[in-house]
């Protein structure tokens, strides 16, 4: 069983940043798809970015030019660098990892972008 520890949220003003991070348990982190997702109230779950294991990136049209998927196989964690952060961005971030048909979840990590 792999564990999905998310941070770095918060609340933080129109057009600020935060990062967020996710840490896996275990020592097979390298051979998981790492993926964030995001859920407001009322509304579905949705990708905001994915990073392949070699590293290759795919994010949500909303979020393209803002956000920066990375991850660390040293470390284990997989990171969501998020600039310009609008007020449409609020929900709660979850981190996913994907490994065949397997997948493992965070529990979320609150972020509210309010004036």
């Known amino acids: 069983q792999v564990q999905l520890v998310e941070s770095g949220g918060g609340l933080v003003q129109p057009g600020g940043s935060l990062r967020l991070s996710c840490t896996a348990s275990?020592?097979?982190?390298?051979?998981?798809?790492m993926g964030w997702y995001r859920q407001a109230p009322g509304k579905q779950r949705e990708l905001v970015a994915a990073i392949s294991v070699g590293g290759s990136t795919n994010y949500a049209d909303s979020v393209k030019g803002r956000f920066t998927i990375s991850r660390d196989n040293a470390k284990n964690t997989v990171y969501l660098q998020m600039n310009s952060l609008k007020p449409e961005d609020t929900a709660d971030y979850s981190c996913?990892?994907?490994?065949?048909?397997?997948?493992?979840w965070g529990r979320g990590t609150q972020v509210t972008v309010s004036s």
């Open positions: 275990g020592n097979i982190f390298r051979f998981f798809i």
């Open positions: 996913n990892a994907q490994w065949g048909s397997t997948n493992y």
